[in-house]
């Protein structure tokens, strides 16, 4: 027999006579001097015999005083137990089939509910006093526990753990429809399999796998998702409630995991189609009850839109950009919205205008139909940084809407192609002096704190230094340089060769790479992207379009932003041609002594699922969003098709706050 521990010879040591409460082990005295390990060699181990030492054996150590039943540290009562922590299943769980030798969570844990004891954190469960105002979303204080558990053991908690984030399901398995069409009935079999119950209310994260998803949206991809909400709900308030919202968990565990599938391949898209496809299934199911949380439906619906841009999928994985859209309407959001309805509407807003700008499309939702507030009063205080940024999306929609309907063909006679040239200039006209006007009225804050000329920088870039204090502020700015860059491009009266617009774009495309260059905030990356786009095709200098190049590299390596096919539409943009790419095209046809006419460089990296491919949709130029078509309940074709269920009652969530 063998005893693990002896604090004199800090060896392995053989039992040789147990008597009563006392244990006499032997062993080389000499070995442990030498701090060797003893080979228990009779009469003389080798150790001694080969280094001609006496070998001292015999010397007998006494452990005294060993109690199993009465431990002597702590004294005995009648309510001391033991308590075991079990980690076999997380452990099992991690192998193929572990998890399925465990008999059910539920049914192991009723039968121990009577024997074993459970640390309980009391909430707040007091009911809201007559007259409060009703909130969609539970409080945030009831949600924290009043006290935690010792650190130096693990918690106990009085409800089971669920195996749903052991799983990994594959490609196959994933949901995939479109805004018009329905996902495979076996998809949502059996909706409840890895869904946490309803009611279930979860005091903090328990498991590493969902503290380190959770981390990483609240880190990198809330970030974004906050940068004109000034109450940060994503990345701040939003989590918490999550803990009491399985759908919205796994929203959030969903884009955290994509993230990382972006930024380091180390990880896989398993753990991230697993979350994606539960937190849809339990937004399908909800959206078949007609007392449902509406605004929970539509702030999942918004969070799981910004996993598919994320993905690299192109025309699979569009499945809620539209009905975040539908749901956002349902609830009534808009501009004058307030509270996690406002920031639903404005980040789905400005997801859709961005893919809008790079496609020439027209805006779905009408801008003058969002409700904001346009009065261009001089700013004279600090604070009101993101109404201004609303502003400022406002007035881009609007030049969005007036590219995208150009008229391709002349009118039949020329009066007639007179009245309507003067017509769009008047309108150009107007949009020009809203971005004056808007330029000439913000806060101070707004404007830049530093202004460098590129000759006085010291990373000696191409583009002046310009030092914005606010994210907010950054994107505003990006904005209004991207909308005075696009007024200069459509001008229907002068070329844009013309001096005036020539200078005019130019001066704004140099603003936009500057900001970009030198930014050091990554929660500006997904506007940045779409303006720096603009700006670059403007540019005609070698010395700047690499620069601009290695711009968006180091956007995507620090953000995991797939932007290959922005790069491909520069390269042609700028007559480039990868030299690389075609020494292997020269490599492959060298055999048959044939070289075909070379193609531009092909990105092999994918563009948001969000936005279909550039060749599959040149043919929609110049219409409304096609995405966004049918993003009503009221439309025939609207999302969600064979699962809506009108709810019961329309709540007014336009004064939500938290």
């Not at 006579?17 to 003893?38: A, F, P, Q, Y």
């Not at 009465?70 to 005995?76: D, Q, R, S, T």
């Not at 009391?122 to 007259?131: D, E, F, K, L, V």
């Not at 092909?602 to 040149?618: I, N």
């Amino acid at each position: 027999m063998l005893i693990s521990c002896c604090p004199q010879a800090g060896k392995k040591l053989r039992v040789v006579s147990n008597w009563g409460d006392r244990l006499i082990v032997e062993n080389s005295l000499t070995c442990r001097e030498r701090h060797l390990k003893c080979d228990e060699g009779l009469p003389q181990c080798q150790n001694c015999r080969k280094s001609s030492r006496v070998c001292k054996r015999g010397v007998r150590l006494n452990f005294i005083d060993t109690q199993v039943q009465n431990p002597p540290i702590i004294p005995p009562t009648h309510e001391w137990n033991v308590h075991f922590q079990d980690e076999s299943r997380e452990i099992a769980s991690e192998y193929k089939g572990g998890i399925g030798r465990y008999p059910s969570l539920e049914q192991e844990t009723k039968s121990q509910d009577k024997s074993e004891p459970h640390i309980l954190y009391p909430t707040n469960g007091s009911s809201a006093a007559p007259g409060q105002p009703h909130h969609p979303l539970p409080p945030i204080q009831p949600l924290l526990p009043d006290r935690y558990p010792d650190t130096s053991q693990a918690p106990i908690l009085d409800r089971p753990r669920e195996d749903q984030n052991h799983h990994a399901h594959s490609n196959s398995d994933s949901v995939s429809y479109s805004s018009g069409q329905n996902p495979p009935p076996s998809s949502y079999s059996n909706p409840d399999q890895t869904l946490t119950p309803p009611n279930e209310t979860r005091d903090y994260l328990n498991s590493p796998e969902e503290t380190l998803f959770m981390q990483v949206f609240v880190e990198e991809v809330g970030l974004w998702m906050d940068s004109m909400d000034p109450m940060k709900h994503f990345s701040r308030l939003l989590p918490f409630h999550s803990l009491s919202e399985p759908m919205l968990l796994n929203a959030f565990l969903a884009c955290g995991a994509r993230h990382l599938t972006l930024v380091n391949p180390a990880y896989h898209d398993e753990k991230a189609l697993h979350y994606y496809d539960t937190a849809t299934r339990g937004l399908l199911k909800s959206l078949q009850n007609p007392n449902r949380d509406t605004v929970i439906c539509a702030t999942t619906a918004v969070i799981l839109n910004v996993y598919e841009i994320m993905s690299e999928r192109a025309l699979q994985r569009m499945n809620h950009i539209a009905g975040a859209r539908a749901l956002i309407k349902e609830c009534g959001w808009n501009a004058r919205s307030a509270g996690i309805g406002a920031a639903c509407f404005w980040l789905n807003v400005g997801m859709e205008l961005l893919s809008c700008l790079h496609f020439n499309w027209k805006v779905a939702w009408e801008p003058d139909d969002w409700g904001v507030d346009m009065n261009f009063s001089r700013e004279t205080e600090s604070g009101r940084e993101e109404i201004w940024t609303y502003r400022m999306m406002y007035i881009v929609a609007k030049i969005a809407n007036f590219r995208a309907s150009i008229p391709r063909h002349a009118e039949p006679t020329a009066n007639e192609e007179r009245i309507r040239l003067q017509k769009r200039y008047a309108e150009w006209k107007s949009l020009k002096d809203l971005c004056d006007s808007w330029n000439e009225n913000i806060p101070r804050t707004m404007h830049p704190m530093a202004f460098l000329f590129s000759y006085q920088t010291t990373s000696k870039s191409a583009f002046p230094e310009i030092w914005l204090i606010k994210r907010t502020t950054i994107v505003a700015r990006l904005f209004y340089h991207t909308a005075m860059c696009l007024l200069s491009q459509i001008n229907p009266l002068m070329s844009n060769e013309a001096d005036e617009m020539h200078d005019l774009q130019m001066h704004h495309s140099h603003h936009i790479c500057g900001i970009a260059a030198h930014v050091k905030d990554r929660g500006v990356a997904s506007v940045a992207i779409r303006s720096l786009a603009i700006a670059a095709e403007c540019l005609n200098d070698r010395r700047e379009q690499e620069e601009v190049l290695q711009i968006f590299e180091k956007i995507s390596k620090e953000t995991g932003w797939r932007i290959g096919f922005i790069l491909k539409d520069l390269r042609e943009k700028w007559g480039l041609v990868d030299e690389e790419a075609l020494r292997q095209q020269q490599q492959q046809m060298g055999s048959s002594g044939v070289l075909q006419s070379f193609q531009p460089f092909q990105s092999s990296s994918s563009q948001p699922s969000s936005l279909p491919s550039a060749s599959a949709v040149r043919r929609f130029t110049g219409i409304t969003n096609p995405l966004m078509a049918s993003a009503d309940f009221t439309s025939q074709h609207h999302p969600y098709q064979s699962y809506y269920v009108a709810p019961n009652q329309h709540p007014h969530h336009n004064h939500y706050n938290f």
